[in-house]
């Protein structure tokens, strides 16, 4: 049972430069998110999908956009990436049980170290 | 807006010894909390949630918690800590008004000494 797998894992962009991080999930849940983690500010919430064929934006959403490819992917892109980017970004999943119940705990990738210079 | 604040960068403990992770919050609703475990290069964990009902939650590895509302505080708690906790350790909350959005606070880091 892998989880949630991110790829790549590690990664070096050019200002400017595009790419889209990859996340799959094989436990069947329906909600997906990406955080980015940088040193003293915990995790902040970039987008987030409730159920395949919606997303949101959450707190950090510029510069980024997504896609709920299907119910167990969800990719985030990098249109022109600045060094602002540079961070760690996690990919999650959580089991929405019922609706309006948001109880569930998070099932979070190994994340993705990118850089950019 | 919902906001969570973890007023230590970093706890340091002996080996044995009890510890504990302060966390508060603030939610314009009820909240749901959860505490979360991150070991080096390796994604969060779930550790231990507080729904509803009693106040004392019990989790994984040995580890607890207690909701205090009218504090505002759900901090982390170890009876006797080991070298293997140590770990970065984060607290989130959920308004149940606010839908899915799960806010983190900046993370406490353990050290266990032994």
């Not at chain 1, 249109?79 to 119940?101: L, N, W």
């Not at chain 2, 580890?63 to 009218?70: L, R």
Request: hydrophobic share 30%; charged share 20%.
């Amino acid at each position: 049972n892998a989880g949630v797998t991110q790829t790549p894992k590690f990664q070096v962009l050019k200002t400017g430069q595009s790419m889209t991080l990859q996340c799959a999930q094989d436990m069947n849940h329906n909600s997906m998110y990406w955080y980015r983690q940088d040193p003293g500010m915990g995790l902040r919430l970039i987008y987030y999908s409730a159920s395949e064929g919606t997303t949101d934006k959450g707190e950090v959403p510029n510069g980024y956009n997504v896609s709920r490819l299907n119910k167990r992917e969800f990719s985030l892109r990098l249109e022109s990436a600045a060094p602002s980017q540079t961070s760690v970004y996690f990919c999650a999943s959580s089991e929405k049980r019922q609706e309006g119940s948001y109880n569930s705990p998070l099932h979070f990738g190994n994340g993705t170290r990118l850089t950019v210079t | 807006a919902q906001s969570v604040a973890q007023p230590e960068d970093q706890v340091n403990v002996a080996e044995g010894n009890p510890l504990t992770v302060k966390c508060t919050y603030s939610v314009s609703g009820n909240p749901y909390l959860f505490w979360y475990v991150q070991y080096p290069n390796r994604g969060l964990q779930f550790l231990l949630k507080y729904i509803t009902g009693d106040n004392l939650v019990k989790g994984s590895y040995g580890f607890e918690a207690e909701f205090n509302k009218s504090q505002t505080s759900f901090h982390l708690k170890k009876p006797s800590a080991l070298v293997s906790d140590s770990a970065l350790y984060f607290c989130a909350v959920r308004d149940r008004a606010a839908g899915n959005k799960l806010t983190f606070g900046g993370g406490t880091r353990v050290l266990v000494k032994p």
